[in-house]
């Protein structure tokens, strides 16, 4: 299957329309990498975040803030940025948060994001306030802004942007998936299941759960950089626990304990988001709607309906 | 293994769950824990394993002081033990319950031990199942199989018996027999018999005092045994 | 806004969210959109019989209403679940309720008069105060005590404050649980619908008010205690004092500290800072 969306993905520009299928699908990819970073926290560690958004935020402001010094580095440069600034918010939020279970957990967590909003919307005077920062580049690299549309034409009228955003996803995925698939993800799924016989096998719980969390935090940071790149901006607004639920419902309608699925509900709630919306007003409606029904009747997400096919079959 | 717990003292709020409860074991012996429900012999694992901090009180392992040490640390100077009520990975499978009991802590390799392990436990045929889809006794023996696989020095069973049929309770009281002498075990269980086939010595505990200490012979006639615990069952 | 008003307006909200926490182990994210609902349900009436006394018995009832139906046809499913399951479960409401109301009332502001008689404004110790904060201030001060009163003395509390401690035990005492459950979840929707009703003649009824008023009314009741009504009162005062004090001094960062209490408190403090032992 991931070999059928990633097929799917490569040769989108080739087929679709116009350049805004294009531009859905970036920001469905960026959505996605958000997704698969917060299903690492909550699918795998069991730790139920409603403040995810603070890291995908500090990405994007990270390249808002240093875009006059990073923009000789290029792209790497902003995405690297936008991973340490995710780190670098998430050591001291986690090393407090991951004390806490379940609903302290994520009250913990959505307390500590919107302590980070409240300082991009009103801390003027370092960041921008409610305008936020404005005029970042997208950091294309030449080569690929030249060549690149040589090699493959469709992209002179999608944008080489989508290639940035899908290698970025690609990335993300591939890297999420060797952390989810190693020891130390088995070790996280481990203390998902039953924390205190991991500690008496021998197991430092709370280092892994907070390794988690901030590996969580990078992925998100990188999702934030990237959305930064695309848009030219870091606002309050990608800070905010409406982002924070956003990606929340977006994992849990694709479904949990899953990266795949991750994937599937980040581009449902994109197309949602942006495509039922431009015909009907009601798209919150029906996400809500949705959601409610996936987590009342459809635990495993949209992602279990695949798998109930493949085994009929 | 030694254990040594000096004088351990635990309070749940007015009540004194442990009163200066003493416990000495020598290396490679066979020790039951007993006495009624509520006497504090869990609690005393609890301590012993690091789950729970005493009010005073210290624990020895072959004469080091753990006492403010993690359970995990613990766990890594091979103490295993098992829970009363099985507390096994549900959602993961049988063999993966078992791949992260042989990596003790660690994320290094040794995953060729599951095989063994699921053999010697009697689950190799339901090794891809998820635990939480076993029966009972397949459960239990899972339970006592985790701590096994970490190879400890120090075993505490916490009623590994309770709710075990006839012949799943021969296999058991067999695994336990069987294992080497560099293993040190204390066995808490209500099954007196099985207390009696494999225990050098046993404890008594009753309302958090020890009242009684000595070899089976010695507990069985211990006349406050008898009234406390004995004669009450 | 006087902080003390601030400050009895969003302790009928956290009262309600305190209420159905420690009943249910519910953590409700859908009651600022029983506050939205309250506020609009208050315009409708109003706007129609132009009696808000009308609204401010309605109002109530119908978000109580509402409140019963979600319990006993949805929140029910999920008690085997665990609390997640509800915590996202109300989040998905929050989605839906907003649309239900911009799809009946539309994307536009409404605002409403406060009723005739609770009009005018006077000074008290240099203060400005007008006739319907007093109005607000007085609602809040009943409504604490008589939820004071009820949660210590009344039958009920017993029953809900066992419901709290030991719900197994509530079971074998032969209490309908479901029941009580139900009810709990739909008194703690009509007090916020009625923070809602009062609320609506001074701020702007429009489809995102919910927003702000749920994260403040969680706040409130993680500074005072899950649970506890007597947290909620003192937590609803630490609000509005950080209110009031906040916005002339700490311009820059009054938000930030607000949450970052809330996280201290969640740290050093889960039971909250008033928080009383059970």
Partial sequence: MPAVLLAVLISLPFWTPSRYWVSVAIQALILAVFAMSLDL????????????????????????????????????????????????AALPIGALAVRARGIYFLMLTLAFAQMVWGLAFQWTSFTGGTEGMSGIPQAVPDWLQEQ?????????????????????????????????????????????????????LGYPTYRYRLA???????????AGATTALYNGYANPSQLYWHTSGLVLIAVIVGGTRSLL???????????????????????????????????LFLPGGLISLGRLGWLRR | MRLEARQISVRFGALAALASVSLDVQSGERRALIGPNGAGKT??????????????????????????????????????????????????????????AVRRGALGGRRRAVPDRLAAAGLSAVAERP?????????????????????????????????????????????????????????????????????ERITVLDHGVRIADGTPAEVRADPRVQEVYLGRS | MNGLVFAGLVFLLAAGLSVIFGVMDVLNLAHGSFYMLGAYAAFAVVSRTGSFWLALLLGPLTVGLIGAV?????????????HLAQVLLSFGFTLVFVDLVRSWFGPRTYGIAPPPGLGGAFHVAGANFTKYDVFILGVSLLVGAALLVGWRLLKVGAVLRAGVSDKEMVGLLGIDLGLVFTLTFAFGAALAGLGGVVAAPFVAIHPAMDDNVLILALVVVVLGGLGSIEGALAGSLLIGLAYSFGTFYLQEFSIAIVFALMAAVLVLRPRGLFGIRT
């Avoid at chain 1, 975040?49 to 580095?73: E, I, N, R, V």
């Avoid at chain 2, 392992?61 to 403010?68: E, N, Y």
């Avoid at chain 2, 091979?78 to 096994?88: D, K, P």
């Avoid at chain 2, 701590?147 to 012949?167: F, K, N, Q, V």
Wanted: proline content about 4%; glycine content about 10%.
């Fill in chain 3, 70 to 82: 979600m319990e006993l046809v949805l929140f029910r499913r999920l008690y085997q679940r665990g």
């Fill in chain 1, 261 to 295: 699925g991750a994937v599937l509900g980040a581009f449902f709630v994109t197309i949602v988001q942006l495509v039922i919306s431009s015909y009907t007003e009601h798209w919150q409606l029906l996400l809500g709607a949705v959601f409610i029904a996936v987590v």
């Fill in chain 1, 212 to 222: 988690a969390f901030v590996i969580a935090a990078a992925f998100a940071g990188l």
């Fill in chain 2, 43 to 100: 609690t005393l694992f609890n301590v012993i394993a690091g789950e729970l901090r005493p009010a005073s009180g210290s624990v020895l392992l072959d004469g080091r002081d753990v006492t403010s040490l993690p359970t995990w640390r613990r766990a890594r100077m091979s103490v295993g033990r098992t829970f009363q009520r099985s507390a096994l990975f549900p959602r993961l499978s049988v063999s993966e319950n078992l791949e992260l």
């Fill in chain 2, 131 to 199: 635990a939480v889809s076993l029966g009972h006794g397949e459960q239990r023996a899972l339970e006592i199989e985790l701590a096994l696989a970490c190879e400890p020095r120090l075993l505490l069973l916490d009623e590994p018996m309770a709710g075990l049929s006839g012949a799943e309770r021969q296999a058991a009281l067999a695994r336990l027999r069987d294992l080497p002498r560099s293993v040190t075990l204390v066995i808490v269980e209500h099954d007196i018999d099985a207390v009696f086939a494999i225990a």
């Fill in chain 1, 41 to 88: 926290l909550l699918g795998f560690g069991g730790m139920p975040s409603f403040g995810h958004a603070a890291f995908y935020g500090m990405g994007a402001y990270a390249c808002g803030k240093l875009f006059p010094q990073l923009t000789g580095g290029g792209l790497l440069a902003f995405l690297a940025a936008g991973m340490a600034a995710g780190v670098i």
């Fill in chain 1, 148 to 200: 690149g549309q040589n090699v493959w034409p469709a992209l002179r009228t999608a944008g080489p942007f989508y290639v940035v955003a899908l290698t970025v996803a690609v990335l993300a995925f591939a890297g999420l998936t060797a952390i989810t698939r190693s020891p130390f993800g088995r070790a996280l799924e481990g203390i998902r299941e039953n924390e205190g016989r991991m500690r008496a």
